[in-house]
């Protein structure tokens, strides 16, 4: 499965190991993460060399290419927002996790479109099990 993986970069980088443990997760699993470059250490730096029409471009060519998008919200970004919403609107299945206590946006949390999944975690446990229940779900369709 290509599983278009969305959390924080210019925003701010404070749940990046949890970036981590979620992508190697997904790659573990034997899934294509085309997004995999957001867990470098130096993903901005890497960012920098192209302009913001070659990442947007970039972007919506693995949104559209996606089977499905996984969202980690617990850090507010323009841009993940923006991937949602997009990926809605293309008719994708999204996963979007949070941390729990996280005070998350009501625009993507209220939103009670059949495609869109969101759980709120408290644990490494948790979301690895709603990963794996999205993923089995999304397979028997």
Excluded at 13 to 39: A, C, Q, W
Excluded at 47 to 72: C, F, H, N, P
Excluded at 98 to 121: C, H, K, T, V, W
Aim: include cysteine; aromatic fraction near 12%.
């Amino acid at each position: 499965m290509i599983v278009y993986f969305s959390g924080a970069i210019a925003g701010g980088r404070d749940f990046l190991e949890t970036y981590k443990k979620m992508v190697h997760f997904l790659l573990n699993g034997g899934h294509s993460v085309p997004t995999e470059h957001i867990i470098a250490d130096d993903v901005l730096g890497r960012e920098s060399q192209l302009t913001a029409a070659q990442i947007y471009q970039r972007d919506i060519d693995w949104l559209e290419g996606a089977d499905a998008v996984i969202a980690e919200i617990s850090h507010p970004s323009l841009g993940v927002g923006y991937e949602i919403c997009y990926a809605l609107m293309k008719k994708k299945p999204i996963l979007v996790l949070y941390r729990e206590g996280i005070f998350a946006s009501r625009m993507i949390i209220g939103n009670q479109d059949p495609l869109l999944r969101i759980f709120a975690y408290k644990s490494e446990t948790e979301w690895q099990k709603m990963i794996n229940s999205f993923i089995q779900d999304y397979r028997s369709l």
